[in-house]
């Protein structure tokens, strides 16, 4: 018998038992579905979380103050007080730091800000004006903060547009005024919408000058962070270096170990963002597995009922003198078609999973060739792992006895 006869036959047979077939591969679609659009849906955030680190800047370098250990306990990440607006000075204007285009220092508070009846709870950066160089802000109406405005300490602020919505309920601001720990400042313009969430919010927050934040609002002489953009992607570890020895020395610290501070560039923030959801991704791909395990296990047991309801069948085939590769190679092929028609309609709901999610919340939509491919062979695999004992099984009978089952 050919294998196409054989094919024809094994459709055949599973058209038959129509609602038993769509059982049987009912796990199957469950188990590659889940997987495929939970892979997917991991690139599209992994997509979304390297555009959005990009989009801030792909030659950034972010120093920051690493906090201080008292009584052996260390305090929290970000709460060092180590970095002054005089070390960002020193790097702008050091002759040993070649690689370094902009430098922008900056000093994050949280604060109740006010306008009219309205209020929020937001966060204020003080800022010089290479900020919005460095950081990629673009301005929607007004003017950005300039270097008259830092060194007269002017109380003046730019809102993102999150604030504006908060406060002016979308209405243009410039020119309005807002209370900020009782003090007055002038709204002089407005950022274009970044996007982001938590912390890297750049449409929650508002901008001051970064000498008016240290001195009028919050009383501190020193800065959050030091942000850097170097001439180019090439020169990011020689950058790091040169910074690095430059405020060891100012620091007076002879022991790199024991550094103060500490360099992070965009690639290391990408690649541990990457690593991250890639685990998270693989970590739920491998608990969306488990159905396919189930499946295929529901695959075997409908096999196993259909060689008991045509043992009689098979031992008529037998003493007909059909071999036993035969036998074996009718029932692998009922349990690959199942398997493969469930990969199939598996890969179609789960790219329709993920086009629904990703058109829901705004995400790209992303569907990974591997992913499909591997579908493909895994659920192929299956039919041929979970079908073969009930297949040999089938093969194994004895004509005679068989002819005699009941």
């Known amino acids: 018998m050919e294998i196409y006869e054989l094919i024809i036959e094994a459709i055949a047979t599973l058209v038959v038992n129509k609602i038993r077939t769509g059982l049987a591969i009912l796990g199957i679609v469950i188990g590659i579905g889940s997987v495929i659009s939970l892979i997917s849906l991991g690139e599209s955030s992994q997509k979304a979380v390297q555009s959005q680190i990009q989009s801030i800047g792909a030659n950034l370098l972010t120093i920051s103050p690493i906090a201080q250990t008292t009584s052996g306990v260390r305090g929290a990440f970000g709460g060092g007080t180590t970095l002054t607006y005089a070390d960002a000075l020193a790097i702008d204007e ?109 449409d929650d927050v508002i901008y001051v000058p970064l000498t008016t934040a240290q001195k009028q609002l919050y009383g501190v002489d020193y800065v959050s962070n030091i942000y850097l953009e170097t001439s180019s992607q090439e020169v990011m570890t020689r950058a790091q270096n040169q910074v690095g020895y430059l405020l060891l020395e100012r620091h007076k610290i002879s022991d790199p170990s024991l550094a103060d501070f500490t360099i992070i560039s965009q690639e290391d923030i ?57 036998i074996t190679l009718q029932f692998l092929i009922e349990s690959v078609i199942l398997t493969f028609a469930g990969g199939v309609l598996g890969i179609l709901l789960g790219i329709f999973v993920s086009y629904i999610y990703s058109l829901s919340v705004g995400s790209v939509f992303s569907v990974s060739t591997k992913s499909v491919l591997l579908a493909f062979m895994v659920s192929t695999l299956i039919g041929i792992i979970f079908g073969w004992y009930p297949a040999n099984k089938a093969a194994d009978l004895q004509p005679i006895e068989a002819l005699r089952y009941e």
Do not use: C, W
């Not at 002038?186 to 996007?195: D, N, S, W």
């Not at 296990?297 to 007909?320: C, F, Q």
């Open 270 to 326: 990408l690649e541990a963002a990457t690593a991250v959801s890639g685990t998270f991704t693989s970590m739920l791909s491998g608990v969306a597995a488990i159905s396919l395990l189930v499946g295929g296990i529901g695959i075997m047991n409908i096999m196993l009922v259909t060689v008991t309801e045509r043992t009689r069948e098979i031992g008529l085939r037998k003493a007909l003198g059909a071999k036993k590769k035969l």
């Open 94 to 202: 050091s002759s040993l730091v070649t690689t370094v285009s902009n430098v922008a220092p900056s000093y994050s508070g949280r604060s109740q800000v006010i306008a009219g009846r309205n209020n929020t709870n937001t966060q204020i950066m003080g800022i010089t004006p290479s900020y919005s160089h460095v950081r990629k802000i673009e301005i929607q109406s007004g003017s950005f903060i300039n270097q008259e405005h830092l060194s007269q300490l002017s109380k003046v602020a730019v809102l993102g547009p999150q604030v504006v919505e908060d406060l002016f309920e979308g209405a243009n601001p410039v020119g309005s005024s807002i209370r900020v720990e009782g003090q007055s400042f002038l709204v002089i313009g407005v950022t274009e919408a970044k996007g982001g969430s938590g912390p890297m919010n750049f």
